[in-house]
């Protein structure tokens, strides 16, 4: 296909105002403000290459701003991981709907939340939303104003968290490194916790291989089905 170099620009131009920030964390106590305890970037884009650092918790080309906060959450409540298109957007602007894939929430115990890079092993993941019935994961978050509901295992270890909250859009994902990759990481600390088990851990990077075939895929020409299910990327879902 060929477009002119103004289409292409315009073509760029609209894909890049349409990214997104997990920027706001809501519990079953309070909505904190936005980027309370949060590591939120300057510029809203994504992570394309699987193996970098920065698909930990962010960084360049989106630089994070650190944060001293860190917010208490109940083992066993359930959050709310609030995405907008930029720090100043409102709920009805959460991200271009041609933004279609899976959202994702993983966990990682830490001994300071607010110093941890979140890069390495430690990893696990505690919710998932792929494709079914014709809606993405994605097409939910959006749906309901941005809120990306969580819960937050019972059966695990009180302390010191990085909460992971990932959407990843793949109307570009035909080719490799297509795959959109937003997230962002929340400081928390988790109490009431019955640590009864032990998740399984994964490193970040290292979860997701840019030929997945939840991330390598054309979902415009071969949209996933009843045959051919939509695989979500990176670990098996922890469960207590
Ligand atoms: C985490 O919560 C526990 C239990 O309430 C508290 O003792 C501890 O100081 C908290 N830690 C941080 C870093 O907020
Ligand atoms: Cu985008």
Redesign the pocket.
């Known amino acids: 296909m060929h477009y002119s170099t103004a289409i292409s620009v315009a073509l760029l131009a609209a894909t890049a105002s349409a990214h997104t920030i997990f920027c706001q964390l809501k519990t079953d106590q309070q909505t904190y403000a936005v980027s309370y305890g949060i590591r939120t970037p300057s510029y809203d884009g994504p992570q394309t290459d699987v193996r970098a650092a920065n698909l930990a918790c962010n960084g360049p080309p989106n630089p994070t701003t650190p944060s001293s906060k ?1 917010i ?1 959450v109940k083992a066993g409540s359930t959050v709310s991981a609030i995405w907008r298109h930029t720090l100043q957007s409102g709920a009805n602007d959460v991200m271009d709907p041609g933004h279609k894939g899976p959202v994702m929430a993983y966990l990682k115990k830490v001994t ?3 110093k941890d890079s979140g890069v390495g092993d430690g990893w696990f993941k505690i919710q998932e939303a792929g494709f079914s019935n014709g809606v993405w994961g994605t097409d939910t978050v959006i749906n309901s104003g941005g809120n990306q509901q969580i819960r937050i295992p019972e059966c695990i270890e ?3 968290y990085l909460l992971r909250a990932e959407m990843i859009a793949l109307h570009g994902a035909r080719s490799t490194n297509g795959a959109q990759l937003y997230m962002e990481c929340a400081q928390i ?3 009431g916790g019955k640590a009864t088990k032990k998740p399984t851990t994964a490193s970040i990077p290292g979860i997701y291989k840019s030929n997945d075939p939840g991330l390598l895929i054309d979902i415009y020409n071969k949209p996933p089905s009843g045959s051919n299910p939509y695989k979500i990327p990176g670990p098996a879902l922890f469960t207590c």
Do not use: F
């Open positions: 860190i208490e300071d939340a607010t009180d302390g010191q600390n988790i109490t």
